[in-house]
């Protein structure tokens, strides 16, 4: 694990997070036909990187990455020591590694303490897309997409029915 100091990632990362931070398009046949919803903070809760270490495996991906789709979208973002909001992850990843670095101090705004874990709008992906994870505070929500079937590891909390989500989903109209 490890947070994004590359250029050319950064700019693939920044292309790819802009086009599945949208709740409009649910492409199939690029994203995959498995889709569920649940709390977008799932991301901080224990056994979620497990299970998305699972959802990548299953898809045959070996890595992904974890962006601040909020911060990774600013026209303003200044790189103090350059750090990127994003981190690349691999499917050994554990629970202690993510969140010691999910919580660990990157100083990509210039005069800001800041951690990854304390986005409001956030997207794991790997290059491949084969699957992804988006997640919006603004209504509290977050997708999984993927072309393979959802792990049978557990995932830590309830899905959230797909009328319920489209609800919310609505209320960014």
């Not at 802009?18 to 224990?46: P, Q």
């Not at 992804?132 to 509290?140: A, N, P, Q, R, V």
Request: hydrophobic fraction near 40%; aromatic fraction near 16%.
């Amino acid at each position: 694990m490890a947070i994004v100091r590359d250029d050319q990632t950064f700019d693939q990362l920044r292309r790819i997070s802009g086009e599945i931070a949208n709740w409009k398009t649910h492409d199939a046949n690029r994203y995959g036909d498995k889709v569920a919803y649940f709390d977008w903070l799932e991301f901080r809760v224990a056994g979620f990187i497990e299970f998305v270490n699972a959802l990548s495996h299953e898809n045959g991906d070996s890595e992904y990455y974890f962006v601040d789709v909020l911060a990774l979208a600013s026209d303003n973002l200044i790189l103090t020591a350059g750090d990127f909001p994003a981190m690349k992850l691999d499917t050994r990843a554990n629970e202690r590694d993510y969140f010691n670095e999910l919580y660990s101090s990157v100083n990509f705004i210039e005069n800001v303490n800041y951690a990854m874990g304390y986005t409001n709008e956030y997207a794991f992906f790997p290059l491949s897309m084969n699957w992804h994870i988006y997640g919006l505070y603004d209504i509290e929500l977050a997708r999984i997409q993927s072309r393979a079937p959802f792990p049978a590891t557990p995932f830590p909390h309830d899905y959230i029915p797909a009328d319920e989500a489209h609800r919310l989903i609505r209320l960014l109209d």
